[in-house]
């Protein structure tokens, strides 16, 4: 699959409606032909001085297109630092880059917590080994070394044995719901495709502008 299949042509970026369908198209290719992680993105927040800091997460869903106050979910360490700016300042900003079709998303917007529910039943399908990792990190603190993140990984792997592993107090997820979604396709010459998608508020219609690359 290349940059210029028809699924992808500029038309499609005006005539639809919401920019969700166009994500999922998007998504889908990318799950085709991304050798590793297609739903990994990039998260953008501010911290309490004002300065950025951005990393990479994984999308662990998207939740049904048009419905006001949804979107795109990830989840997280809430005492980590991440999770502590969006806690303080609950908007972010989100990009998926797609090396191998030459394209990428950016997306605005406002942060919610999900409910106790989706974070328990998120976390239930997490490997062991992962929810074991969930308690022995204290992400983004001072480690002395690789020994003792080993030793919390055995304090906690001793102390649920065999049975369940609750989910973590801090651990739980964030909902980005979005108010702008941009798609960017590579074109020759540098003339790359660029249509941005925006709406004044979370149950307000889409509007559609095509931009300058």
Do not use: C
């Amino acid at each position: 699959m290349t940059a210029q299949s028809p699924s992808s042509d500029v038309a499609d970026f005006t005539s639809a409606e919401d920019p969700f369908g166009l994500f999922e198209t998007w998504y889908s290719e990318a799950q085709a032909s991304e050798i590793n992680d297609p739903n990994a993105m990039a998260v953008a927040t501010v911290d309490g001085e004002g300065l950025p800091n951005v990393r990479m997460v994984l999308l662990k869903g998207l939740d049904e297109a048009g419905v006001a106050g949804r979107g795109f979910v990830f989840y997280t360490n809430f005492e980590g630092a991440k999770g502590q700016e969006i806690l303080a300042n609950p908007k972010v900003a989100l990009l998926f880059h797609w090396k191998s079709l030459r394209r990428q998303i950016r997306i605005r917007g406002t942060v919610t917590v999900v409910s106790d529910t989706e974070a328990d039943a998120y976390y239930a399908s997490r490997p062991r080994l992962s929810r074991i990792g969930a308690w022995a990190s204290q992400q983004s603190r001072p480690l002395e070394g690789k020994f003792a993140l080993e030793a919390q990984v055995a304090k906690y792997t001793a102390k649920f044995g065999l049975g369940d592993i609750p989910r973590p107090p801090y651990w739980s997820g964030f909902r980005v719901t979005p108010v702008e979604i941009e798609f960017w396709r590579e074109a020759a010459f540098r003339l790359h495709d660029r249509v941005v998608f925006r709406r004044g508020a979370e149950a307000a219609p889409w509007t559609t502008t095509r931009l300058f690359p």
